[in-house]
């Protein structure tokens, strides 16, 4: 059963910095995006960055500049990095991959992790 295993998460100021992790079971080879969306308490979900098959990326614009997405595609992780963290930032982040192996187009998503920007 594939998994993504989230990390990172909690409580900080606005201004603060936080990072988030997901360590995905699937191959690497197959992925053809991996990142990050999130939830605000009554808003839909929303896509903040994810890493593409090529290299590229995709940012949300309210994040460009602040937030870093990398992956380490050895460990088939994806980091997040949140800078200068703002209340509107505070939601639910979920980790996400799409792809595709031999069972067919794949969607998969994290449990969640709470992220609050509050003083």
């Known amino acids: 059963q594939v998994q993504l295993v989230e990390s990172g998460g909690g409580l900080v100021q606005p201004g603060g910095s936080l990072r988030l992790s997901c360590a995905a079971s699937v191959s690497a080879f197959s992925i053809n995006a991996m990142g990050w969306y999130r939830r605000a308490p009554g808003k839909q979900r929303e896509l903040v960055a994810e890493t593409l098959r090529g290299g590229g990326t995709n940012y949300a614009g309210s994040v460009k500049g602040r937030f870093t997405i990398s992956r380490d595609n050895a460990k088939n992780t994806v980091r997040l990095q949140m800078n200068s963290l703002k209340a509107e930032d505070t939601a639910v982040y979920y980790c996400?991959?799409?792809?595709?192996?031999?069972?067919?187009?794949?969607?998969?998503w994290g449990q969640g992790t709470q992220v609050t920007v509050s003083s």
């Open positions: 996400n991959a799409r792809g595709r192996d031999v069972l067919g187009d794949y969607n998969y």
